[in-house]
């Protein structure tokens, strides 16, 4: 008997009790591999003595101030390091407790950007179907997964959405890369233009798209042409980094393999790790400018922002993973998870492909590879390699609606930053049995 609220009402789930690297065990003993993170959350997986003992020495010295009466110490060496380690441009930091927090703050102050300038027309916002920025109504409006919308759409603000960028699916038989993403280049500034553009406040996009899809690179060149596009229109480029972002594709952020810089970016995730709840938006100099000179205050406040304890947790987290060079190991594993991943699902029947950029990876599952059917939704493919892999003690974040919002099914990988590689193997061996068992009676 449970009095929560669990996600699946008619599932048992097994009772964590205690973390170490990147292994869970529950209450019985048994023991799983975090091969996922969670949600990509756990870079540095659990119990790290370095987080603990800084979070145990904020707790000796504050545990909790409002951000409306003081700053702290914890808030302003996080926003420091935050910002000093940021693209090109970014200059501040609102600090909230969740990703889909953060993406509602960027909304919010993209609105509040244009009303500032003196723009106040500007109410469309742009993203992509097949997308994810989050739960919350402004969050979820935003993003493009449709059968998480469906249920809400009457409680939804208007929002627009382009094709995704989706090589799998989306591209051409014969079309480069380059010609892709110049035809999506297009597609975005031709609903730019039907909107009319001074009616637009912003872009929105995941950099490397998480849940929804599973771990999709953007093609070459993408965001570069995406990038000019809004500066041409005077639109704001709002990055979701929430999942792909803090290390998790081999750079601390992931448009640093783009070459552009965005204008608001929201993070979390990797963020803090796991060991609190943290997530910020960073913020533009000409952003915070407008703001700043003209109204002198963000209209948005939450009771946990700048939270002392989230933020001492964060910068510790963030000073790991340099210290101890963190990335590099990101993005050798990552090499040797994709490189693996392909040995062992390349002719896969039910696998159509495999993909991913540092440790953040996904498999898309199919019934028919040739002609890349989507398993029958009913099936629940997705949801029963996870029951086979947490069989084998593996734990992999599925999806599904992958190929359309209702159909298709991925896995996706995200283990800690701090795996190695006999772990790699494990991971991609016990995940290779879950899908062999799981579609057993399609052979």
């Known amino acids: 008997m449970t009095h929560i609220f669990h996600r699946q009402l008619n599932h048992q789930y097994p009772v964590a009790a205690v973390g170490k690297g990147i292994f869970i065990r529950d209450a019985s003993g048994k023991e799983y591999i975090d091969a996922s993170g969670g949600a990509a959350v756990s870079c540095l997986g659990h119990s790290h003595p370095d987080v603990v003992a800084a979070m145990k020495a904020q707790l000796d010295k504050l545990e909790y101030a409002h951000s409306s009466f003081f700053t702290t110490e914890a808030a302003e060496k996080l926003a420091d390091d935050l910002v000093g380690h940021a693209p090109k441009g970014i200059e501040r930091v609102v600090f909230v407790s969740s990703g889909s927090e953060a993406i509602e703050a960027s909304l919010k102050m993209a609105r509040q950007y244009f009303v500032e300038r003196g723009e106040p027309q500007r109410k469309y916002v742009v993203a992509r179907k097949q997308s994810y920025h989050g739960i919350t109504l402004g969050a979820l409006a935003t993003g493009g997964r449709a059968a998480a919308r469906e249920m809400f759409g009457p409680l939804l603000i208007e929002a ?62 993408y965001f570069k042409r995406v990038r000019e596009i809004c500066d041409r229109h005077g639109i704001l480029l709002i990055l979701d980094e929430v999942m792909c972002g803090m290390g998790r594709t081999g750079t601390l952020h992931a448009c640093e393999q ?9 993070i979390a995730k990797g963020t803090g790790g796991g060991y609190a709840p943290i997530g910020a938006l960073l913020v533009s100099k000409r952003v915070f400018e407008a703001i700043a000179n003209g109204s002198g205050a963000f209209r948005h406040g939450q009771t946990y922002m700048g939270h002392p304890l989230a933020c001492a947790a964060a910068l510790a987290v963030q000073t790991v993973i340099r210290r101890d060079n963190l990335l590099a190991n990101v993005r050798e594993q990552g090499a040797l998870l994709l490189r693996r991943l392909s040995e062992r699902f390349g002719n896969h029947p039910f696998v159509g492909d495999v993909r991913g950029r540092g440790l953040f990876c996904g498999i898309e599952l199919v019934a028919d590879r040739a002609t890349k059917e989507p398993f029958d939704p009913k099936m629940n493919m997705q949801a029963q390699v996870k029951r086979e892999a947490m069989e084998r003690g593996l734990m992999v974040y599925p ?45």
């Open 399 to 443: 999806m599904g609606g992958t190929a359309d919002g209702k159909r298709g099914d991925h896995i996706l990988l995200a283990p800690p930053f701090i795996a190695d590689a006999s772990d790699i193997n494990a991971i991609v061996d016990r995940l290779g049995e879950a899908i062999d068992s799981a579609t057993d009676f399609r052979r």
């Open 258 to 266: 783009e070459g552009i810089s965005p204008d608001l970016m929201t």
């Open 160 to 221: 627009h959405h382009v094709s995704p960028a989706y090589e799998y699916r989306g591209k051409l038989s014969g079309e480069t890369a380059e010609a892709y993403s110049e035809r999506l280049a297009n597609e975005l500034e031709a609903e730019f233009e039907q909107l009319g553009p001074q009616n637009v406040i912003a872009f929105v996009a995941e950099t490397v798209v998480g849940a929804t899809l599973g771990a999709v690179p953007p093609p070459a060149g």
